[in-house]
Each structure stands twice: as structure tokens, then as C-alpha cells.
């Protein structure tokens, strides 16, 4: 008892001052903005992948603490692209079916909010491993995913020449360590991407940009306000 006492004003003091901090972070995200661009852009259309191919996994580390900020930074697992992007994605998944593997997405379209987090989080010597906010991401235009491939058989992601998200020169598209099979499997994935029109960011073998990526806005709207602005986008 005496023990729990004397610890209740620290907790309570430990809380006041994560509420506090918890509010300043509001007031930072809340005065930042997207970058103003100029031009036109096509009308978003973004779908949720799952919907389109229920073979598509979804492993949204973004979603769990299991990612490099240690925290869930995504209220909802989900992952959506642009409908063009989703499309070809979807054939993507066909084409390795035939191969004995499935996709497995880490993340697709993300809030702009969700890049300027990351950016503040990241220190500056990894930097080059997110994207700066004041440019936004793909990620952002609904024309990026983050994925890798699944064993039809298993079930199981397979193992690559490293992880994702991974801060390190394994994550390189042509590192070459690793074994000849992660190697293989890697390169399997990229020929798979690239037949669609992907392309991948050389320091993430995980990483993927759509053709038509500089067609489409940077957009801050959350997962769940996706359907309902369906329409109404662009305004
Ligand atoms: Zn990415």
C-alpha cells in the first residue's frame, strides 16, 4: 500500500506531462499543411485493395507497434491505391499466382499527416528512407505501395534479403548479400512489378511507384473518410 501511494503522484504527474506533449504534437500537425501544388491532377479515386483481390494480404505494420516508430500510427488495418494503380496491382497478383506466391502489403495510400511523422521522427542521417512532407510521398498521391511476396502454400511471408522498413543497406534493391533464394525471390517480385508498370525506389526492394504517380494530388484525407468523400474530391 505505502508503496503504491508514494508511486501515485509520479504516475499522475508522468500522465500530465504525456497529455501535454500529447498536445503539443496536436497543435504542431494541426498547424502543418500539405505543400500547395500547382496544375491539374485527375480526380482521386482511391480503392480499398482488399476488394478488388481477396487473395491480396495485408500486413499494415503501420497499424501495430511493429514498425520503426514503435507505435500504431494507423487506426484502421487497411491499404487503397488509385484505381488504375489497384487494377494493376491486381494483375500483378495473378501473374504470381501461377508461381506459388501471393502479395502481402505493408502499406499502400498515406496521409500526408502520416509523412510529416514519420519525417520528424526519423533522425537525419536515415532520412533519405522517408519522404520529405514538404515534397509529400507517392505514398500520399494513392500511387505507392510497400509490399512483399507470400508462399500460396504456407501462407507465410518469405524471407528477404532484409526487412522491411530495415534502415540499412540491405534494404537496396541490388544489395547483394543474403542468400541466392531471398535474392531470387526479391527479383521475382520486382520483374512481377515492373511488367505492371511499377517502379521500385532503389534504397526499398519493398517499395513501389506507379507509372501515373504525378497525376494525382497529395492528399490528407483518413482511411475512413475514403468513401464518404468519394465525389467530392479535388474540390
Ligand atoms: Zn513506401
Redesign the pocket.
Known amino acids: 500500500m505505502a508503496t503504491s501511494e508514494k508511486l501515485l503522484p509520479t504516475r499522475r504527474q508522468f500522465l500530465f506531462a504525456s497529455l501535454l506533449c500529447a498536445l503539443a504534437l496536436l497543435r504542431v500537425l494541426a498547424q502543418d499543411q500539405p505543400p500547395k501544388e500547382e496544375g491539374a491532377f485527375r480526380e482521386p479515386d482511391l480503392v480499398e485493395l482488399r476488394k478488388l483481390d481477396k487473395t491480396i494480404k495485408l500486413d499494415i505494420r503501420y497499424a501495430t507497434s511493429n514498425n520503426f516508430t514503435g507505435r500504431p500510427v494507423y487506426t484502421e488495418a487497411r491499404a487503397f491505391l488509385q484505381r488504375p494503380a489497384a487494377e494493376a496491382l491486381v494483375r500483378v497478383s495473378r501473374a504470381l499466382r501461377g508461381k506459388g506466391y501471393g502479395l502481402a502489403v505493408?502499406?499502400g495510400y498515406?496521409p500526408w499527416s502520416v509523412t510529416k511523422l514519420f519525417w520528424d521522427l526519423t533522425p537525419a542521417d536515415k532520412k533519405q528512407f522517408v519522404?520529405d512532407p514538404s515534397k509529400g510521398?507517392?505514398?500520399n498521391r494513392g500511387c505507392?505501395?510497400?509490399l512483399t511476396l507470400y508462399d500460396l502454400k504456407t501462407g507465410r511471408e518469405v524471407s528477404m534479403p532484409g526487412e522491411f522498413d530495415e534502415m540499412t543497406e540491405r534494404s537496396h534493391i541490388s544489395f547483394a548479400g543474403g542468400t541466392p533464394e531471398q535474392r531470387r525471390l526479391r527479383d521475382t517480385l520486382r520483374a512481377a512489378m515492373e511488367a505492371e508498370g511499377f517502379a521500385v525506389?532503389e534504397p526499398?526492394w519493398?517499395?513501389?511507384d506507379y507509372k501515373d504517380w504525378k497525376q494525382y494530388p497529395i492528399l490528407n484525407i483518413n482511411f475512413s473518410e475514403i468513401g464518404k468523400r468519394r465525389g467530392k474530391a479535388g474540390k
Do not use: C, I
Open positions: 505493408f502499406d498515406r519522404a510521398s507517392r505514398h505507392a505501395v510497400d525506389y526499398e519493398w517499395h513501389y
